[in-house]
């Protein structure tokens, strides 16, 4: 039965089994994939929240935290269903940088 629903980043899910017997390979994937220490996610989360930008949902901010772009085409790949003009754009990556 699902309880609740909400997108976790990597770091997220990492901190949520690494001490569950049997998550051992998802434990070493997390490991080897997740890019953003908590601080840095939490720095781009409160950014992206402080953006008050109704495009940018839930699992945009997750995204962006796993994959951290630094590209306008990066940032177009995680938002392929939000129209992002070009200074929504550069202000996703500037938060990027500064975390």
Do not use: W
């Not at 051992?24 to 997740?34: A, C, D, G, Q, S």
């Not at 995680?78 to 550069?90: A, K, M, P, R």
Request: aromatic content about 6%; overall charge negative; charged content about 40%.
């Amino acid at each position: 039965m699902i309880i609740d629903k909400k997108c976790l980043t990597m770091g997220e899910v990492f901190e949520q089994v690494k001490d569950e017997e049997g998550k051992e390979i998802l434990v070493k994937y997390l490991k080897k994939f997740n890019k953003a220490s908590k601080e840095e996610a939490k720095k781009i989360r409160e950014g992206m929240v402080e953006l008050n930008n109704p495009k940018v949902k839930e699992y945009h901010i997750a995204k962006v935290i796993d994959f951290l772009p630094d590209t306008s085409e990066e940032i177009n790949k995680i938002f392929i269903d939000s129209n992002l003009n070009e200074e929504e754009t550069n202000k996703i990556i500037e938060i990027v940088k500064k975390a």
